[in-house]
């Protein structure tokens, strides 16, 4: 019993002896590690205690010591450093370098300030060119009293706005970058807008090049349709535009467009009709009114005062004074619901169009369809517009014309597909297609001055609608690249 006794407790001795030698080995290990890793021993590494501070104007320039990069940037201090001389760069993007040669003194601070703009090599120069020349030149939108060619000297080295304007000519910029001692060169070809304004993304507040309608009110206002970006108002010096987002416009998709004596009527692609007068907005559509078809094709008033809205598949409805009517295949003697344009004629009748039956006619509650006294005219209407005692209709199978009872093809064919009609102030019929631009027909009704992307400054053989303002200017919306404004004939 003694002996295992003596046995159990050598055994704890000896443990207890094992763990104090390996606990004082830890604590000298790590003694001798936290010595060699906060020592500052003046032996191991001398220290230096010269500074050099150096600032820039302008600031923010790299600092160089010795051929490398220090990592800092103007104004600040290079710390520990020997009695000695120092080559210093100082290098800002656009500018030329600097060099000097600093002496750093123990215990002290070197201060060095370089000023670049007091250096005229660190200045650059704009060689202005332009066609035409001529033109104004504007430097970051103030005008310099020079006209192109000419160079504009001493620039401190950056980013500028060169902007040339001539009288005649859409005005242009463009960005330039200066830098020292180098000459930039400025040059742009300005638009000729003695005849053609254009209006798309890229120069306008347009925020989408892709137009569908436009009409112009008694203010010689445009009232513009888009396909997406909402309604634009535009009164030659001034952009207004309504969208879903920023008014009681319902619908960013605008198909089409009729003023009224005292506001607009719009009609969108899937919210139904629009009134909007002052600030406004008034929506009719198929979930609070009697108007059961939501894409509104057309529109047009007639001598009452009556609304009359065309539907893509709802047929026709009759609009006035709170009081609606529709007319359908169901209930009148129209043979199809997709209606595709309507024209009130001087004489109370109205003509509608249709997308896959002809032309018809409603006048004094009666109805008459003219593909069935005229079996060879056009089943998809586009457009329908009177010039000169003339009814004129445009398809996807050309232009036809109405005179003296008789139907006719205007030949010789301008283009298959007719998108629209305008008549301007010397009674000219300017017709636009789909895809071939627009043209022209006088009296004589054949198609003369056709102007395409290829010939002009038409910007896309897609047109989708036109109009004519007070000042004759004619106006064509095309379905990809903006609005152009032509003031020829």
């Known amino acids: 019993m003694s002996n295992r006794l003596d046995i159990s407790m050598d055994i704890k001795t000896r443990r207890k002896y094992y ?3 390996l606990i004082l080995s830890i604590l000298i290990v790590l003694n001798v590690f936290c010595n060699k890793a906060i020592s500052t021993d003046p032996e191991d590494e001398t ?21 490398k990069d220090t990592g800092k940037l103007t104004p600040d ?11 210093i760069i100082l290098r800002m993007s656009g500018f030329r370098d600097s060099s000097f040669q600093v002496y750093a003194i123990e215990n002290q601070v070197t201060s060095l300030s370089i000023d670049f703009t007091k250096n005229p090599l660190m200045y650059g120069n704009i060689i202005c060119s332009s066609d035409p020349e001529s033109s104004e030149i504007y430097l970051n939108g103030i005008y310099t009293g020079k006209v192109t060619p000419d160079t504009i000297k001493k620039l401190f080295p950056g980013n500028y706005i060169i902007r040339f304007s001539k009288v005649g000519y859409r005005s242009d910029s463009i960005e330039i ?35 569908n309608c436009i009409a112009i009110d008694k203010q010689n206002k445009k009232c513009i349709g888009t396909d997406g970006g909402g309604l634009y108002l535009f009164d030659d010096n001034e952009w207004i535009n309504y969208t879903s987002g920023n008014s009681g416009l319902p ?19 899937s919210y139904g009709l629009v009134y909007f007068v002052g600030n406004e907005w008034a929506n009719y559509n198929s979930s609070n009114s009697f108007l059961t078809g939501d894409f509104i094709t057309a529109l047009a008033l007639d001598d009452s005062e009556n609304i009359w809205i065309g539907t893509y598949n709802k047929g026709l409805f009759k609009f006035k004074n709170n009081v609606w009517e529709n007319f359908n295949t169901n209930n ?13 004629d001087e004489g109370g009748s109205l003509w509608i169009g249709t997308n896959n039956k002809g032309i018809f006619i409603y006048e004094n509650n009666s109805w008459k369809e003219l593909n069935k006294i005229f079996p060879n005219l056009p089943l998809n209407i586009s457009s329908i517009s009177n010039c000169e005692n003339v009814m004129y209709v445009g398809s996807n199978t050309g232009l036809y014309k109405y005179e003296n009872d008789i139907w006719a093809s205007v030949q010789p064919v301008f283009s298959n597909l007719i998108t629209t009609l305008a008549v301007d102030a010397k009674n000219n019929l300017w017709v636009g297609s789909k895809d071939l631009g627009v043209s022209l027909i006088e009296g ?8 395409s992307r290829m010939n002009s400054q038409l910007p896309y053989n897609y047109v989708t609608s ?15 690249e903006g609005i152009a404004k032509f003031k020829g004939k």
Do not use: M, Q
């Open 19 to 21: 763990y104090t030698i």
């Open 47 to 67: 220290v230096y205690h010269g500074r050099i501070f150096i600032n820039s104007i302008p600031s923010g320039a790299n600092i160089i010591l010795n051929g």
């Open 77 to 87: 201090t290079l710390k520990w450093l020997k009695e000695e001389h120092y080559n």
């Open 177 to 211: 970058r200066v830098t020292s001692n180098n000459a930039s060169n400025a040059y742009l070809k300005l638009t000729d807008t003695t005849l053609w304004v254009i209006f798309n993304k890229s120069n306008s507040p347009l925020t989408t090049n892709y137009i």
């Open 251 to 269: 619908d960013d998709k605008i198909t089409a467009i009729l003023p009224a004596e005292n506001g607009l009527w719009i009609g969108t692609k």
């Open 332 to 344: 009148s003697g129209l043979k199809s619901d997709f209606i595709t344009s309507l024209y009130s």
């Open 444 to 451: 004589i009704f054949i198609f003369r001055d056709k102007y």
């Open 466 to 480: 036109t109009a004519v303002d007070k000042n004759n200017n004619k106006w064509f919306c095309t379905y990809g």
